[in-house]
């Protein structure tokens, strides 16, 4: 019988490039459709799997009231500042029995609840490692499997699971989907990619 993996839904940055002075957080961002951009990249996540955990920095300006109001699982991570590693870690910690993780990323709000779902099928059909491919890039979310628990929980610092991707082939799931190459890094990016609406 299969067993669903766990969402997790980093969104603990500080998107530095988005508003260099940090006033301004990206996550809270209205899309053209006005929902916020971490509303929309939690919403597929959380109609694919039966639970997300979502990783918040203490000062997050209301993203965890958002993510919460939704029905994600939201966690603080008290040194989200030391790097992705530290969120994804403090993630992990929250649900470390799970069969497999499906890890997505709180400025990425065009991923298809279709993409999704097909990464969590392959994580169920026992993948130990799964990505999506969009037109010969690969892109995110991410899928683990438990075998690999304690590479991911022996992560640090900004480099996120880049190291494990490079250290064993992933399988791939073709996806006609470019919101898992389409992330949200500045203001240009956010009036760039809302074609993808």
């Known amino acids: 019988m299969a067993v669903t993996p766990v969402g997790i839904l980093l969104a603990a940055g500080r998107g530095r490039r988005f508003d260099p002075?940090?006033?301004a957080s990206k996550l809270l961002q209205p899309l053209p459709g006005g929902e916020l951009l971490v509303a929309a990249s939690a919403r597929a996540l959380l109609s694919s799997v039966d639970k997300v955990i979502a990783v918040v920095r203490l000062d997050d300006g209301g993203v965890g009231d958002c993510l919460r109001a939704l029905g994600c699982v939201v966690t603080v991570c008290p040194d989200a500042d030391?790097?992705?590693a530290a969120s994804l870690v403090h993630a992990l910690r929250q649900a470390p029995d799970a069969p497999s993780w499906l890890i997505a990323l709180g400025d990425m709000p065009y991923v298809r609840a279709s993409?999704?779902?097909?990464?969590?099928?392959?994580?169920?059909?026992?993948a130990p490692i799964v990505v999506p491919v969009h037109a010969g890039q690969r892109g995110n979310p991410v899928g683990?499997?438990?075998?690999?628990?304690?590479?991911?929980?022996?992560?640090t610092g900004d480099q996120g699971a880049r190291a494990i991707l490079k250290a064993h082939a992933p399988t791939v799931v073709s996806v006609d989907d470019p919101g898992v190459v389409s992330?949200?890094?500045?203001?240009?990016?956010?009036?760039?990619?809302?074609t993808l609406a």
Do not use: P, Q
């Open 21 to 23: 002075t940090g006033a």
């Open 82 to 84: 030391s790097g992705m």
């Open 115 to 126: 993409t999704m779902l097909a990464l969590r099928a392959a994580l169920e059909r026992g």
């Open 144 to 155: 683990f499997g438990s075998v690999h628990r304690e590479a991911l929980l022996a992560l």
């Open 183 to 194: 992330d949200i890094d500045t203001v240009a990016d956010l009036l760039k990619t809302s």
